[in-house]
């Protein structure tokens, strides 16, 4: 009887491993994307903020969105939230990005460590070159708190 319960236990943490794998998987084929506009008021200036993560499915992607304005963006009080949604490519402006290709202005890049991080874009509109190099340096340096993967800075230009 014992070797038939064990047996199930083993076949139960197969399947509960095959699931975690499907849900989190080393490279993700098919992503959705999701997309976070919000302005933040920077001293008498709007900054337009625009966040990209890339993830498994529309289900995660919704799942996603809601935790991430929850859990890190909604204690911004500079931060009007303006629109978020999921969908199956990004923007023509932006379909480089994951690819690090360069825009007209600096961006963070967040690359994942492992199959449970998701890859992630952040590119701020609405200042100098400098001031979007110095802020892309400080949010990269600030991010391994909360980042375990590699986060660094797309330099932009022309």
């Not at 994951?98 to 199959?115: C, G, H, Q, W």
């Not at 600030?142 to 330099?155: E, F, K, Q, W």
């Amino acid at each position: 009887m014992l070797k038939w319960y064990l047996m199930a236990a083993a076949i139960a943490f197969a399947g509960y491993q095959w699931y975690l794998r499907q849900q989190n998987p080393l490279e993700i084929e098919h992503p959705v994307y999701v997309e976070y506009r919000m302005d933040i008021d920077a001293g008498g200036r709007t900054l337009n903020a625009v966040l990209f993560g890339k993830m498994v499915s529309f289900k995660e992607c919704q799942a996603q969105a809601d935790k991430i304005w929850r859990d890190s963006l909604a204690d911004c009080e500079a931060c009007q939230f303006e629109s978020s949604k999921c969908q199956e490519e990004l923007p023509k402006r932006y379909a480089g990005i994951f690819a690090n290709e360069r825009l007209s202005t600096s961006y963070i890049r967040f690359d994942r460590a492992d199959r449970y991080e998701r890859d992630g874009r952040m590119i701020l509109w609405g200042m100098t070159d400098a001031e979007a190099q110095m802020v892309c340096e400080m949010i990269s340096r600030g991010a391994n708190d909360h980042y375990r993967g590699d986060v660094g800075c797309v330099v932009g230009g022309d």
